[in-house]
């Protein structure tokens, strides 16, 4: 995952050329309001680095479906490589600062945007009257490569739903247990009730390696102190079994860490935790090193990004 919210193109080349020229599977990135994550990739595609990538996740209210779908599929077809289109609706602030109101129902309006995105990338007209989508119309007939469309998945109800209509489930701060416990358990039942296979389950894992000039107290702060303020995290955290309040960051950050939502330690150690993300069911893990990156700085991730890439690589994880 690209560990910052990049202000221009060109600094996302070194993530994308790590994946080029390593192990790493894809280029993630989160939704931003600097460099477009879309037009990102697509630079970077520009400058030769064609690879896989995962929008986890853009957010409902600023795009209407049917620019989502064109967008990602002009992703697709740029880049020429498969891309993974994670959607959310977003805090409920940023549902009212934009669209004027929070929605009424969030699984109603995700289930609506994500049938209508997936309708037109299917190449079928849509006609949808509902709730909070309207949309009539397709989108020309093109050959892309593969677009798996993805939900960012926090709580069981979402999990259930994810299970029913997307093809990955993005997860984000959440422990092992939990994803044992709550995720994947959500997803099976949702894929159960609508017939269909279980998505794949994608989990974005904040991680930095233990260094004797920093604590991971220090770490999680830096890499979370937002998303540890978000009412649905700390919900989802609480259900996880932490102690986590949004009052305190500091002992917020030493629950998370505590409740391994952070991971941090030497490089066997952290092999040996992803390993357990595996054995839960991740069938991808999206290495987030952004309390280094905000700490360290650029050179210390891309050099810690490759010491880990180098060991999960090394016959101790599949």
Not at 104 to 127: C, F, H, K, N, W
Request: hydrophobic share 45%.
């Amino acid at each position: 995952m690209i560990p910052f919210v990049p202000r221009r193109p060109e600094q996302i080349l070194p993530y994308a050329a790590l994946v080029e020229w390593t192990s790493a599977h894809a280029l993630w990135q989160g939704q931003a309001t600097l460099i477009e994550p879309h037009q990102g990739f697509v630079y970077a595609a520009g400058a030769g680095f064609r690879v896989p990538t995962g929008l986890g996740v853009t957010l409902m209210p600023m795009r209407h479906p049917y620019e989502a779908a064109l967008q990602v599929r002009s992703l697709a077809m740029t880049t020429g490589e498969p891309v993974v289109a994670g959607f959310g609706p977003g805090p409920v602030v940023f549902q009212e600062s934009l669209l004027g109101e929070r929605y009424p129902s969030q699984l109603g309006a995700i289930r609506e945007y994500v049938t209508a995105v997936r309708g037109l990338l299917d190449g079928g007209v849509v006609d949808i009257r509902g709730e909070y989508v309207q949309c009539k119309g397709m989108l020309p007939p093109a050959v892309a490569p593969k677009i798996e469309i993805g939900l960012g998945v926090l709580r069981k109800g979402m999990a259930r739903l994810a299970g029913e209509i997307a093809d990955v489930a993005i997860t984000w701060l959440t422990p092992v247990d939990y994803l044992a416990g709550t995720v994947v358990p959500g997803l099976r039942e949702g894929a159960e009730k609508a017939g269909r296979p279980a998505p794949r389950l994608a989990a974005m894992v904040p991680i930095a390696l233990a260094r004797p000039d920093r604590t991971p107290v220090e770490q999680a702060m830096a890499s979370n102190a937002l998303h540890l303020q978000a009412p649905h995290y700390i919900d989802m955290l609480q259900k996880a079994g932490l102690d986590v309040t949004g009052k305190d960051p500091a002992a917020d950050a030493k629950a998370v860490v505590a409740g391994g939502a952070f991971l941090s330690g030497d490089l066997d150690q952290l092999v040996a935790a992803l390993k357990e993300y595996e054995q839960a069911g991740a069938d991808e893990i999206i290495l987030n090193l952004t309390g280094v990156f905000n700490l360290q700085g650029q050179k210390e991730t891309m050099n810690e990004l490759k010491s880990l890439l180098g060991a999960l690589v090394g016959g101790t994880f599949n």
